[in-house]
């Protein structure tokens, strides 16, 4: 594991008492999307947050992009990684986990475009006993590409005349895009069916929570492994809250090659175990037993 800013370090400055939040980025070999989700996160309206980007794997050239980041931010970005092994994202975040400095942590992935109040949004509606549930925006391939830096600073692909004027498709689903504008972000929140679940591209709770059950299950590929730490907190007594009209995030468009059929049914019976035992705390986790 590399780590380019020790957490002893970070504390030695003074960082821990000031932070709001830990943002953790997952990513994995998209140097181009993950440079679009940190111009996101430079354009944010909080500033009192970290950086911590939890790398499984990717090539040089995503530690020379981080590098290139690494003091625009208030804090300088953590970069934890470690090497090429399979889709093993479970592992990096826990590992990022450990490396945060403030006590309430937000997640979501190099792919995701966080809009300006992105940040704010988390910090509004964070609770004791809760944890926050996110949803995203997805964007097609030909908008994905042409997004620029301008285009995210000015928050161009947030409006949706302009997304529209790029070929996106009208629907329903642009309605997540304007309910505050329309003040009726509450009002979707509510109304919305889709469950409150841990999402690991827009979620976020109290890192004391996230301890207890120990983090990721480690064993878990893709497909799943971040709902069923979310309903370890549930079994645990943490609630959730929808934010999906609230903490916008754009995601680009990209293939998934790591998904496999054999790995989606092992996490179906890790996630289906915990569900019908209530399990609280993975041995398989953080802390290893």
């Given at each position: ?135 995203y925006y997805k964007l097609p391939m030909k908008i994905s590409q042409d997004i620029g830096q301008q285009d995210i600073q000015e928050q161009k ?24 504008k329309w003040n009726k972000e509450a009002l979707f929140n509510t109304m919305t069916t889709t469950k409150a679940s841990w999402n690991g591209h ?17 064993r878990m590929e893709y497909g799943a492994e971040d709902r069923e730490m979310g309903d370890r907190l549930w079994n645990y007594g943490i609630k ?50």
């Amino acid at each position: 594991m590399i780590c380019t800013i020790t957490s002893d370090l970070l504390c030695g400055l003074g960082y821990k008492s000031a932070m709001k939040a830990s943002v953790i980025i997952s990513t994995y070999n998209s140097p181009e999307w993950l440079k679009k989700t940190l111009w996101g996160f430079l354009a944010q309206t909080e500033l009192d947050f970290e950086v911590v980007i939890a790398d499984d794997g990717s090539k040089p050239d995503t530690k020379e992009l981080i590098h290139q980041f690494s003091n625009q931010f208030k804090y300088p970005i953590t970069h934890v990684w470690h090497e090429d092994n399979g889709f093993q994202k479970t592992i990096i975040l826990n590992k990022a986990i450990q490396q945060t400095q403030s006590e309430y942590l937000i997640f979501t992935d190099g792919d995701c475009v966080p809009r300006c109040d992105f940040i704010a949004k988390h910090m509004e509606f964070r609770e004791k006993g809760y944890f926050l549930s996110g949803g995203y925006y997805k964007l097609p391939m030909k908008i994905s590409q042409d997004i620029g830096q301008q285009d995210i600073q000015e928050q161009k692909c947030f409006n949706l005349a302009w997304l529209w004027s790029q070929g996106l498709n009208k629907s329903l689903k642009n309605l997540k895009l304007v309910a505050t504008k329309w003040n009726k972000e509450a009002l979707f929140n509510t109304m919305t069916t889709t469950k409150a679940s841990w999402n690991g591209h827009n979620a976020s709770g109290w890192k004391k929570d996230i301890l207890h059950v120990n983090g990721f299950d480690e064993r878990m590929e893709y497909g799943a492994e971040d709902r069923e730490m979310g309903d370890r907190l549930w079994n645990y007594g943490i609630k959730s809250k929808r934010i999906r009209f609230s903490a916008i995030c754009i995601h680009l468009d990209h293939a998934r090659g790591y998904v496999n059929k054999e790995a989606l049914d092992k996490n179906r019976k890790i996630w289906n175990e915990t569900k019908r035992t209530k399990k609280i705390k993975t041995p398989f986790g953080i802390v290893k037993s």
